[in-house]
């Protein structure tokens, strides 16, 4: 096996949703940054996890997220050769927010080279193995394929998503008695939607569950949409897997395994029963199952669903979430919880995304530190975008003042963040 030392200012465990932002905020700053990610690319569930609908840039209002986010996105669209959606003429009516849909392998290609163009090291294939302090530095050994790395940093952010980091080191982590269901991407094309009646599929597919035919969370949302919104969409985000626990290795296995099963089945069924489906194609499968939820930090302060509803007005925020809850789960599918008014913005307090007791050491993602309802509505691509941007900046400035990240100020990050283009908060 070959081993191999680096040395960097902030090192960040996982490129996903949060991480590559991070990375990409850290690096600009101007410190040295190294990324470790056990997949193939940046963006984690965004990407190779196929849930290719950031949410939500905007709200009926304007802007809640924009920053290194918005950049790849519009730089992405360019790409395809797609003009930047106007939001000021949508018409949410169903929702205050809106969906953003990009282009997985334009998106994952940008990312890495903005992230190769700021100077990130980018470790792919590689997992965290152990982290220890030493002095005022951090040891990281990663491993991969035929390779050990260890890692010197001033700074880490936890982007891992399962909270690996804060586990290896002994600190607190909430875990869920009944986690949200995760999920399983795939896309189901060629259907002749003008074939599809609404009530005639309806039936078929409830006769479907009744003689085992179907399991329940095949279809993941039958309380609140009717079955035709799955061939709608061409089964895309419309399977929950329970007990999602991609928190190691069995469990991203045992995911997997359930998530595929589920899909070859409901194709079969597909193609089987539905008027219109015969000559339908499985077009496309996502490499991993996804988890909702799994491990998440208890940090300097945990968000309370009261806090989130209430739009608490933190004095450390350091970045926009949005006003709903998108709460999964086994018995009804999902509850979509919405505030009193659309006027109502949750930010997300510095504190929520400090490690309780540590120091030199960050969180950003679905492993803020909130509680089980909070965090349902916390955990949207944007908002995690978002936290590991100011993330990014927290470190960054704390390796340039040579302090500990949990001792800048929250108005120090917000400023750097907005220098790179977030909104203000």
């Known amino acids: 096996m070959k081993c191999i030392s680096e040395t960097v200012d902030v090192v960040i465990a ?18 040295k940054t190294a990324v470790i990610e056990a997949g193939t690319m940046l963006g984690g569930t965004t990407t190779s996890g196929g849930v290719n609908m950031p949410n939500h840039f905007f709200s009926t209002h304007g802007p809640v997220v924009q920053g290194i986010a918005w950049e790849l996105y519009t730089k992405s669209k360019k790409i395809e050769g797609l003009p930047i959606p106007d939001y000021r003429k949508r018409r949410p009516v169903e929702t205050p927010g809106y969906y953003s849909y990009i282009n997985i392998p334009i998106y994952a290609a940008i990312a890495e080279e903005e992230a190769v163009k700021a100077g990130v090291n980018l470790h792919y294939h590689e997992f965290v193995a152990d982290v220890k ?24 952010i936890d982007c891992t998503g399962d909270s690996d980091v804060l586990r290896i080191l002994g600190l607190g982590v909430l ?24 009530k005639e599929v309806q039936a078929l597919y409830e006769e479907a569950v009744q003689n085992g035919t179907l399991k329940k969370g095949d279809f993941a949302y039958p309380n609140m949409l009717p079955f035709k919104n799955y061939l709608d969409h061409g ?46 194609v499985l077009k496309t499968m996502y490499p991993h199952a996804l988890a909702r939820e799994t491990y998440r930090a208890v940090g300097e302060y945990i968000v309370t669903k009261q806090d989130f509803m209430q739009a608490t007005d933190f004095e450390d925020k350091v970045c926009n979430a949005f006003n709903y809850i998108d709460l999964h789960s086994k018995e009804k599918g999902c509850d979509v919880y919405f505030h009193e008014s659309r006027d109502m913005l949750p930010t997300v307090p510095f504190r929520a995304l400090i490690p309780k007791g540590s120091s030199r050491i960050t969180v950003a993602g679905r492993i803020v530190s909130a509680e089980r309802v909070a965090f349902a509505g ?30 800048i100020s929250a108005g120090d990050i917000v400023a750097l963040t907005v220098e790179h283009g977030a909104v203000p908060v």
């Open 14 to 31: 996982g490129g996903g949703t949060a991480g590559h932002i991070a990375a990409l905020q850290a690096a600009r700053a101007g410190v």
């Open 133 to 156: 302090a030493v002095g005022n530095q951090w040891e990281v050994t990663s491993l991969g394929r035929g390779i050990k790395r260890l890692t010197r940093a001033r700074e880490i």
């Open 175 to 198: 875990h869920s008695k009944v986690p949200q269901p995760g999920t399983y991407q795939y896309k189901i094309e060629n259907i002749e939607h003008e074939q599809i009646w609404e």
């Open 235 to 280: 089964g895309h985000n419309g399977t929950h897997i329970y007990d999602a626990d991609t928190s190691d290795a069995d469990g991203q296995t045992r995911a997997n395994l359930e998530g595929r099963a589920r899909m070859l089945r409901m194709f079969k069924f597909v193609t089987s029963s539905i008027p219109g489906c015969e000559r339908a």
């Open 378 to 407: 916390i955990r949207a691509q944007c908002t995690c975008m978002a936290m590991g941007q100011a993330m990014g900046a927290a470190a960054a400035l704390a390796v340039k003042k040579g302090v500990s990240s949990r001792d």
